[in-house]
């Protein structure tokens, strides 16, 4: 059986997402990787900084002449279903980034059950050390029951690439905008942990001006109401200008909190009247990227998906389920387009 290290893996999009997972595959030991973009200038400094092969087109014939195991696709998410196709046409296990819309989505999912193929839709949170700590604390009970839950996630979006205008790259656009980008980015998690809501109420508007940025929504707000009773209630901005992403947890016996630049979660004893801290470990974040992107979880959520590949592991996220967390989106959109209440289980 072939190794992690000996799989040929084809990089679709040597942006900034592309450049990334050709580090994280050097970092799980992979050699054979080649990129494809349809940009000269991204093929040649993806060749010229890792060391890659790169093609100028990518077709059927090109494929199958280098036999590739994987597909790691990390072109912008308008386009992501146009190389699942390809993936599922050839029967070739794919890695996709995360995305916003679901363009051929039912097709694709039932091309993927019906081949039995790998389909491996990103959820990189899922990964980060302090929200698998997060995971491990609630699941044990030690909270008690959880009653609410506030969380905000942040960044100012021209600080996304700042090599960059936002007008050049696809968070500028309405149905990829960056707020929006961002709402199942962190729903998958959520979702993870918490499961899917019944109903849904929510709001997106734009705030405040920013260049580049004239068509999109900045600011994402909603309230999921579980049958249990649970309350989550949600804020996602892309004009924050601190990069910032903060938890609540209230449970009965319990309260939790973080903040993803502590590198700890806080639980609050009423017993001791103390915090009790719990520390994790991080790698650095890439240079140029904010200091608490840290890169570990992208490397082990494609250490995740190359295990599938291989037939020694499950990758934790599925296509169904990321269809969920987009209806998810779409049904917070639809509560405030009509000014009510959303029932998600009849969406």
């Given at each position: 059986?072939?190794?992690?290290?000996?799989?040929k893996?084809?990089?679709v999009g040597?942006g900034?997402m592309?450049?990334?997972?050709i580090?994280?595959?050097?970092?799980?030991?992979?050699k054979?990787?080649?990129?494809y973009?349809?940009?000269?200038?991204?093929?040649k400094?993806a060749q010229?900084?890792?060391?890659?092969?790169?093609?100028?087109?990518?077709?059927?014939n090109?494929?199958?002449?280098?036999?590739?195991?994987?597909?790691?696709?990390?072109?912008?998410?308008?386009?992501?279903?146009h190389?699942?196709?390809?993936?599922?046409?050839?029967g070739?296990?794919?890695f996709?980034?995360?995305?916003?819309?679901?363009?051929g989505l039912?097709n694709?999912?039932a091309?993927?059950n019906?081949?039995?193929l790998?389909?491996?839709?990103?959820g990189?949170?899922y990964?980060?050390?302090?929200i698998?700590?997060?995971?491990e604390?609630?699941?044990?009970?030690?909270?008690?029951?959880?009653?609410?839950v506030?969380?905000?996630?942040?960044?100012?979006?021209?600080?996304?690439?700042?090599?960059?205008?936002?007008?050049e790259y696809?968070?500028?656009?309405?149905?990829t905008?960056?707020?929006?980008?961002?709402?199942?980015?962190?729903?998958?998690?959520i979702?993870?942990l918490?499961?899917?809501?019944?109903?849904?109420?929510?709001?997106?508007l734009?705030?405040?001006?920013i260049?580049?940025?004239?068509?999109?929504?900045?600011?994402?707000?909603?309230?999921?109401?579980?049958e249990n009773?649970?309350?989550?209630?949600?804020?996602?901005?892309v004009?924050?200008?601190?990069?910032?992403?903060?938890?609540?947890?209230?449970?009965?016996?319990?309260?939790?909190?973080?903040?993803?630049?502590?590198?700890s979660i806080?639980?609050?004893?009423?017993?001791?009247?103390?915090?009790?801290s719990?520390?994790y470990?991080?790698?650095?974040?890439?240079?140029?990227?904010?200091?608490?992107?840290t890169?570990q979880?992208?490397?082990?959520e494609?250490?995740n998906?190359?295990?599938?590949a291989?037939?020694k592991?499950?990758?934790?996220?599925?296509?169904?389920?990321?269809?969920?967390?987009?209806r998810?989106?779409?049904?917070i959109e639809?509560?405030?387009?009509?000014?009510?209440y959303?029932?998600?289980?009849t969406?």
């Amino acid at each position: 059986m072939k190794s992690v290290e000996s799989l040929k893996v084809l990089v679709v999009g040597l942006g900034s997402m592309g450049k990334r997972r050709i580090r994280n595959l050097r970092a799980l030991g992979v050699k054979n990787i080649v990129g494809y973009d349809s940009r000269p200038d991204r093929r040649k400094e993806a060749q010229d900084k890792y060391d890659i092969t790169s093609l100028e087109t990518v077709d059927t014939n090109t494929i199958q002449q280098y036999g590739f195991d994987a597909f790691v696709i990390s072109v912008p998410p308008a386009i992501h279903h146009h190389y699942m196709e390809l993936s599922v046409s050839l029967g070739i296990p794919f890695f996709v980034e995360a995305s916003v819309v679901d363009h051929g989505l039912d097709n694709i999912i039932a091309a993927v059950n019906e081949n039995n193929l790998v389909a491996a839709p990103s959820g990189t949170l899922y990964f980060h050390n302090g929200i698998r700590k997060i995971y491990e604390i609630v699941k044990s009970g030690e909270l008690g029951k959880v009653t609410n839950v506030t969380y905000h996630s942040g960044q100012y979006l021209p600080d996304w690439h700042t090599y960059e205008k936002v007008s050049e790259y696809y968070v500028s656009q309405k149905e990829t905008g960056g707020a929006r980008e961002i709402v199942p980015f962190e729903l998958t998690w959520i979702t993870k942990l918490f499961g899917f809501p019944q109903n849904v109420v929510g709001s997106y508007l734009k705030t405040i001006e920013i260049e580049g940025a004239e068509e999109i929504e900045d600011t994402y707000n909603a309230i999921l109401h579980y049958e249990n009773g649970l309350l989550i209630n949600l804020a996602i901005d892309v004009v924050s200008r601190y990069g910032t992403r903060k938890l609540l947890i209230n449970g009965s016996k319990k309260q939790l909190r973080w903040s993803w630049e502590d590198q700890s979660i806080e639980v609050f004893n009423p017993d001791t009247n103390q915090w009790d801290s719990y520390k994790y470990d991080s790698i650095e974040a890439h240079e140029g990227y904010n200091k608490n992107i840290t890169e570990q979880m992208y490397i082990d959520e494609l250490g995740n998906f190359l295990n599938a590949a291989l037939g020694k592991e499950k990758f934790f996220n599925d296509l169904e389920y990321d269809r969920n967390v987009l209806r998810l989106l779409y049904t917070i959109e639809q509560s405030w387009n009509e000014k009510r209440y959303i029932d998600y289980t009849t969406v």
